[in-house]
């Protein structure tokens, strides 16, 4: 079955950086869109950051110059890089399959950006 395991969350300082993972398994990883969500206490999930099977990346403009994503074929794994972290951008983080209409969705990792 379709598995997605998000590792990389934990607290950080404001202009810190985390390194955020999501392990795949259970389908052709190499054959799917891949997406970053990520839902902020008492807010609604809101799209992050894509790539398409292709390697092409979008991004949310809130995250836009801050945060990278990107993915490894081989280790069927999806990567967010996130510099200059700011308070906002506190939330729990979903790794999801699919782009513009994800069919499955991690369990989600905290990230929370505090002094």
């Known amino acids: 079955q379709v598995q997605l395991v998000e590792s990389g969350g934990g607290l950080v300082q404001p202009g810190g950086s985390l390194r955020l993972s999501c392990a795949a398994s259970?389908?052709?990883?190499?054959?799917?869109?891949m997406s970053w969500y990520r839902q902020a206490p008492g807010g609604e999930r809101e799209w992050v950051a894509r790539?398409?099977?292709?390697?092409?990346?979008t991004y949310s403009d809130s995250v836009k110059g801050r945060f990278t994503i990107s993915r490894d074929n081989f280790k069927n794994t999806v990567f967010l890089q996130m510099n200059s972290l700011k308070p906002e951008d506190t939330a729990v983080y979903y790794c999801?399959?699919?782009?513009?209409?994800?069919?499955?969705w991690g369990q989600g990792t905290q990230v929370t950006v505090s002094s």
């Open positions: 999801a399959r699919g782009g513009a209409a994800p069919t499955y």
């Open positions: 259970g389908f052709t990883f190499r054959l799917y869109h």
């Open positions: 790539i398409t099977l292709g390697g092409g990346t």
